[in-house]
C-alpha cells in the first residue's frame, strides 16, 4: 500500500492505494477514515485498485478553517479532484453512507468519472417524502445536540439506532480502538458533516450515471437510511442490491461484504480478472 498527499481548495487529502486491476474508490462512512476499511481492502485488491482516503477534517487530512464548516458539495469536489489526479478514466465508486451521498453528488456533476456508483444506504434525507424527510433531519440533530450537550458517549450511545449499525460481527478482525485520534474523527463528524447531511439537497433527473443502491441485509427497514436506499431505488426504476450486515457491513462483515460486492460489480461492469 501507498500513501499520498493531494491538495484541493481549502484542504489536503490523505490518500492510499493498494491492488491492481481497475479502479475503486470507497468513500467511508461516519467518522471513517482511509483504514478504516482495511479489512474489505484485504479482500479486494487481488482484483482491483482499492483507493480510500480521509475525508477534509479526518485524520491526516487537513482543512484550512475547520470552523467554516463544510458540504456534501465540497466532499464530492474532493472526491471529483482525487479521481482526476488519479486517472482519466471512468471509475468505479463504493460509496457508504455519507460516502454513498458525496457519491451521488459526484454521479450528477461529474457522470464522466463514474463507471459505476454503488450507493449502500445514503444518508441522504432529501430522498424521503416530506414528512420523513422532516422527521429524519429532526432525529439527526437531535444525535448533533446530544454530543454538543452530553460529549461523545451520549451520542454513541444513540447512533446505532439511528442508522442502523449492528453489534454482530465476523471473528478476527483488525481492532478499531477509539483512539484520541477516532474521537476527534467523530468530533468532526458530529459537528460538521451532521449539518451538511441535515442542510443537503440534490436533484438527481437527468442523471445518467449508472446507480446500484444497496442496504445492508440487517439494517431494520424501518431505519432512515434503508430508506433512503428503498426510495433512490423507486426513483432509479431498479432494485434493491442486499449486502450482508447492517448499516455498517463493510466493516462488521468484510469477507461476507466484499464476496458479494465482487459479484455485483462481475453482474454490474462485466469486469473478471
Request: aromatic share 4%; net charge negative; hydrophobic share 40%.
Amino acid at each position: 500500500m501507498t500513501s499520498h498527499t493531494l491538495r484541493v481548495p481549502g484542504a489536503s487529502l490523505h490518500y492510499a492505494i493498494r491492488g491492481t486491476g481497475p479502479l475503486l474508490l470507497i468513500s467511508q462512512s461516519g467518522e471513517g477514515d482511509a483504514d478504516r476499511t482495511t479489512d474489505l481492502v484485504d479482500r479486494l485488491a487481488d482484483e482491483y485498485t482499492v483507493v480510500t482516503y480521509d475525508r477534509r477534517g479526518l485524520s491526516r487530512s487537513t482543512v484550512g478553517d475547520p470552523g467554516a464548516g463544510v458540504t456534501v458539495q465540497q466532499h464530492a469536489d474532493d472526491v471529483h479532484r482525487l479521481l482526476a489526479h488519479l486517472t482519466e478514466k471512468p471509475a468505479i465508486m463504493l460509496g457508504q453512507s455519507l460516502g454513498a451521498t458525496i457519491g451521488l453528488h459526484l454521479a450528477v456533476r461529474h457522470p464522466e468519472q463514474l463507471s459505476l456508483l454503488i450507493a449502500h444506504e445514503p444518508v441522504a434525507p432529501w430522498l424521503l417524502p416530506p414528512a420523513e424527510q422532516a422527521r429524519h433531519r429532526a432525529e439527526l440533530t437531535e444525535v448533533r445536540d446530544r454530543y454538543l450537550d452530553g460529549g461523545l458517549a451520549a451520542a454513541v450511545a444513540e447512533i446505532p439506532r439511528v442508522l442502523g449499525i449492528t453489534a454482530d460481527a465476523e471473528p478476527d478482525l483488525t481492532p478499531q480502538p477509539m483512539t484520541l485520534r477516532r474521537q476527534a474523527n467523530f468530533d468532526f463528524f458530529l459537528r460538521y458533516d451532521f449539518p451538511a447531511v441535515i442542510q443537503d439537497e440534490l436533484d438527481l433527473s437527468g442523471c445518467r450515471t449508472p446507480i446500484v443502491p444497496a442496504a445492508g441485509r440487517g439494517t431494520p427497514s424501518t431505519v432512515f437510511d434503508r430508506r433512503c436506499a428503498v426510495e433512490l431505488a423507486k426513483r432509479l426504476g431498479t432494485e434493491l442490491a442486499e449486502l450482508p450486515g447492517g448499516h455498517n457491513g463493510n466493516t462488521s462483515h468484510p469477507r461476507a461484504y466484499a464476496a458479494s460486492l465482487r459479484e455485483l460489480l462481475r453482474v454490474s461492469t462485466g469486469w473478471r480478472p
